[in-house]
């Protein structure tokens, strides 16, 4: 069975301090399916009902512009993405490059369209090649399957 997208069953929010937390429970069908979540998750961690902690992962891409992708650029070229466990086009959503994160605005087969220095980063140089994490796609790459609970955190807990 291929991988696919997973909807999570459910999600319960809880604000713990300076951090939001989300409490996620899939049903996971296969190796390598994925949530897309409308946040960013900084951390993610699952666990399978029988108690196997479950390997994740983000998805990811590559620069390749290249050349450097300076500080004040806001298009990106990119390649080696499986954009597949992206969110959809036109949907907003987060990447992490380097320390920096960035906010895709919208992308193309090659090319996506960013805001820069997002959730209190600082704009970097990057090199080409350089590889970045689409912090709103969760990979589950273990290989149990069935009910999967976790959490994913949000923001940087001080």
């Known amino acids: 069975m291929a991988a696919a997208q997973i909807t999570p069953t459910s999600i319960l929010s809880v604000v713990n301090g300076n951090a939001d937390v989300y409490l ?11 949530i897309e979540l409308d946040f960013p998750a900084l951390f993610a961690w699952f666990i399978t009902e029988a108690g196997v902690s479950e390997t994740s992962r983000y998805a990811t891409g590559k620069v390749n512009d290249a050349a450097t992708v300076l500080a ?3 298009t990106i070229t990119f390649d ?8 959809a086009t036109g949907t907003a959503f987060y990447i992490k490059m380097g320390t920096e994160i960035m906010e895709v605005a919208s992308y193309t087969a090659t090319v996506m369209t960013v805001r820069r220095a997002a959730m209190g980063t600082t704009a970097a140089i990057h090199a080409d090649d350089a590889d970045f994490y689409v912090l709103n796609s969760i990979i589950l790459d273990g290989a149990d399957v069935g009910k999967c609970h976790g959490i994913a955190v949000t923001k940087a807990v001080s």
């Open 72 to 74: 004040a650029d806001t």
């Open 80 to 87: 080696g993405a499986t954009v597949a466990q992206w969110p």
């Open 24 to 34: 996620l429970e899939v049903n996971k069908i296969t190796t390598d399916d994925w």
